[in-house]
């Protein structure tokens, strides 16, 4: 099966980034997952990633602290090799929220929690692949 190179996890709450990270890894999305808890620590994950380890997709929470997701958005600079796809994975649907995400550069916007079927439909819609149907073992 096909995999993406790498993601890049960015939520300020531990919690969240490990039950994604895991989530990801066990549906085969990926064998490798960066994780920064704001912005600024993405940026920097970003900038020193390696050419094996550039992501291919950014799941980017909206509030957090030091810097949030609008601001990562606005202080980053893409690369003129393929760009990851950044989808914001928020619970935050306030209009202002909304309106400023569709002023820049987001494929799609989900709410938390990941789950197969959301992580799915992000193949689908921005790689062009899909996951395996789900084996269902007999009881």
Not at 5 to 20: E, Q
Not at 28 to 56: F, K, M, Q
Not at 59 to 85: I, K, W
Not at 97 to 122: G, H, I, M, W, Y
Request: charge should be negative; proline fraction near 8%; glycine fraction near 4%.
């Amino acid at each position: 099966m096909q995999k993406l190179s790498c993601i890049l996890l960015v939520d300020d709450d531990p919690t969240t980034n490990f039950l994604h990270e895991q989530l990801l890894l066990s549906l085969g999305v990926t064998d490798h997952c960066l994780v920064a808890e704001n912005g600024e620590e993405a940026l920097a994950l970003l900038a020193e990633a390696d050419e094996a380890l550039v992501p291919a997709l950014v799941l980017l929470d909206v509030h957090m602290p030091v810097m949030g997701g609008v601001e990562f958005l606005e202080a980053y600079v893409q690369p003129a090799t393929p760009p990851p796809v950044i989808v914001v994975l928020t619970t935050s649907v306030h209009p202002r929220d909304q309106s400023r995400l569709a002023e820049l550069s987001v494929a799609n916007c989900v709410t938390k929690p990941l789950t197969r079927e959301k992580v799915n439909a992000l193949l689908q819609q921005h790689f062009q692949w899909q996951l395996p149907p789900e084996v269902v073992g007999e009881a």
